[in-house]
């Protein structure tokens, strides 16, 4: 339980931070396909139940201290770079910095998924719509910077 709150603190410590996310978004030249902002909250809140759990699964199920070291590193990584990117983004209107710090997260997503799926597969399997997600949020975040 512990992982899943610290998780969607974490999301919701972003948001606030970011400042009024929803007058941004609805203030931006948005790219085809871009969803209605009330679709974000929802699917964040989701989401990061499920890296939470992702979270707590592994690094429950990691059997050496090294590897356990390893994969707290990279969940720690992916939710850094999560954190960072509305502040970045929405906050500080830095769209291409943004761009750079979604494909890092994209990045460190796919490695965690594959560390992940050696130590316990439900973990790895509950990052897969989290890197989904993202993939469509990095398609977002290169029309508003190109847009924008």
């Known amino acids: 339980m512990i992982f899943i709150v610290v998780v969607e603190i974490i999301g919701i410590l972003s948001g606030l931070l970011a400042g009024d996310i929803k007058s941004h978004y609805l203030a ?3 790219p085809i396909l871009s969803p209605p902002a009330a679709v974000f909250g929802p699917v964040w809140t989701i989401l990061y139940l499920m890296i939470g759990i992702s979270g707590y699964l592994v690094l429950n199920d ?3 201290r090294a590897a356990a070291r390893t994969n707290f590193w990279l ?4 939710l850094v770079l999560n954190f960072g990117w509305s502040i970045v983004f929405f906050g500080g ?3 291409f910095i943004g761009l750079i710090i979604i494909i890092l997260l994209d990045a460190v997503v796919i490695m965690c998924i594959r560390r992940f799926s050696f130590v316990n597969r439900a973990a790895a399997y509950l990052l ?3 890197l989904l997600w993202l993939f ?3 398609y977002l ?3 508003v910077a190109l847009l924008n």
């Open 93 to 95: 209107n830095q769209y």
């Open 28 to 30: 931006l030249n948005l």
């Open 136 to 138: 469509f949020a990095t």
């Open 128 to 130: 897969i719509p989290y």
């Open 75 to 78: 969940f720690v990584s992916q």
């Open 141 to 143: 975040t290169l029309g």
């Open 62 to 64: 990691s059997s050496t």
